[in-house]
């Protein structure tokens, strides 16, 4: 299967635009320490070269990564950092 390209959007069916923003990764709806939405959102590529979501609160000050595909589970730093 072909890398989605980390700048482009990921294909969705006609009708379905919901946010103009695109649809969100798994896990960065909300801030996972104090449930915050209002999250800052970049995407970025791993060191292994899959896509993900770096977020960060401003709440809280909480930060996460998450894979596109990672189901909602926060990658650990080391993952991250390819260490
Ligand atoms: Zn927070």
Redesign the pocket.
């Given at each position: 299967m072909a890398r989605r390209r980390a700048a482009g959007q990921p294909p969705e069916p006609l009708g379905s635009v919901s946010q103009p923003s695109g649809p969100l990764v798994e896990g960065t709806e909300t801030?996972v320490?104090?449930?915050?939405t209002s999250l800052t959102r970049i995407r970025m590529t791993l060191t292994d070269g899959r896509p993900a979501v770096f977020v960060s609160?401003p709440?809280?000050e909480?930060t996460n990564w998450f894979a596109f595909d990672g189901g909602g589970v926060p990658l650990d730093r080391s993952e991250v950092l390819g260490s």
């Open positions: 801030c320490k104090c449930g915050e609160c709440s809280c909480q």
